[in-house]
């Protein structure tokens, strides 16, 4: 494997970046978009261990730590959902410029921002496939205050979540026309039943892929349950990248 770590400039800020390619580069890539104050590892390191078999594959990847997030520039009270959208579109298009043939994952928050990167007109014919992991479409946020929460240990503003109910995941979903494998855990405790069968159910009329995790939370998901995934993800992206 190559490894290459660097920061990136992207709207004044260093953008902390890990490509992973495999010795004989095939001109794929996954790029990986972590969730809500998550890092490029991704929950249980599960980017970390889907980028080695993926390497094993033939695949590249490329891991990033969000604006605000991680060992990226920006604190973390000051995250925005746009920027994750617009970090996401940006290394999109670099990698289709480069020659490559480019599919999105997401994970929670990184899902839904992946979505809605991949179905902007100047991408949603380019991006080959995008795995869903757990997204949030929050289509039912109704907080238009911009106060300051806290979770963990870390305070962000609220206007992150406004940002994603207006840009639109179901409209976005509608319009994305390449491939989807969507995977949610049978018992998610943070994505409501009514947005998580919602979603389900578009994804099917789509006559999309769609995994439940019997028994899984949102994350993360037990380690044998994960292999499992990592498998049928290897399998899907070989057939539509």
């Given at each position: 494997?190559?490894k290459?770590?660097?920061?990136?400039?992207?709207?004044?800020?260093?953008?902390?970046?890990?490509?992973?390619e495999?010795?004989?580069?095939?001109?794929?890539i996954?790029?990986?978009?972590?969730?809500?104050?998550?890092?490029?590892?991704?929950?249980?390191?599960?980017?970390?261990?889907?980028?080695?078999?993926?390497?094993?594959?033939?695949?590249?990847?490329?891991?990033?730590?969000?604006p605000?997030?991680?060992?990226?520039?920006?604190?973390?009270?000051?995250?925005?959902?746009?920027?994750?959208?617009?970090?996401?579109?940006?290394?999109?298009?670099?990698?289709?410029?480069?020659?490559?043939q480019?599919?999105?994952?997401?994970?929670?928050?990184?899902?839904?921002?992946?979505?809605?990167?991949?179905?902007?007109?100047?991408?949603?014919?380019?991006?080959?496939?995008?795995?869903?992991?757990?997204?949030?479409?929050?289509?039912?946020?109704?907080?238009?205050?911009?106060?300051?929460?806290?979770?963990?240990?870390?305070?962000?503003?609220?206007?992150?979540?406004?940002?994603?109910?207006?840009?639109?995941?179901?409209?976005?979903?509608?319009?994305?026309?390449?491939?989807?494998?969507?995977?949610?855990?049978?018992?998610?405790?943070?994505?409501?039943?009514n947005?998580?069968?919602?979603?389900?159910?578009?994804?099917?009329?789509?006559?999309?892929?769609?995994?439940?995790?019997?028994?899984?939370?949102?994350?993360?998901?037990?380690?044998?349950?994960?292999?499992?995934?990592?498998?049928?993800?290897?399998?899907?992206?070989?057939?539509?990248?």
């Amino acid at each position: 494997m190559n490894k290459k770590v660097a920061f990136e400039l992207i709207s004044d800020k260093k953008i902390f970046t890990i490509l992973s390619e495999p010795e004989h580069s095939q001109k794929k890539i996954v790029i990986m978009s972590h969730g809500f104050r998550g890092t490029s590892t991704g929950p249980a390191r599960s980017f970390v261990n889907f980028t080695n078999i993926l390497i094993k594959h033939g695949f590249s990847t490329l891991r990033f730590d969000q604006p605000n997030c991680g060992n990226s520039d920006g604190e973390f009270l000051h995250v925005s959902f746009r920027e994750w959208v617009n970090t996401i579109t940006h290394f999109a298009n670099k990698y289709i410029e480069a020659g490559y043939q480019v599919a999105l994952l997401g994970q929670s928050m990184g899902a839904t921002a992946s979505l809605i990167a991949a179905s902007q007109a100047d991408l949603k014919s380019k991006i080959k496939c995008v795995l869903l992991w757990v997204p949030d479409p929050k289509s039912d946020y109704d907080n238009h205050s911009d106060i300051i929460a806290e979770e963990n240990g870390e305070k962000y503003h609220m206007t992150f979540w406004r940002e994603a109910k207006e840009m639109d995941f179901f409209k976005c979903l509608d319009l994305y026309t390449n491939s989807l494998h969507l995977v949610y855990g049978e018992k998610d405790k943070y994505v409501s039943d009514n947005l998580r069968l919602k979603t389900i159910q578009k994804v099917k009329d789509k006559n999309q892929k769609v995994t439940i995790l019997k028994g899984q939370d949102h994350s993360p998901w037990e380690y044998d349950v994960s292999q499992a995934v990592f498998k049928e993800e290897i399998e899907f992206l070989k057939k539509h990248i």
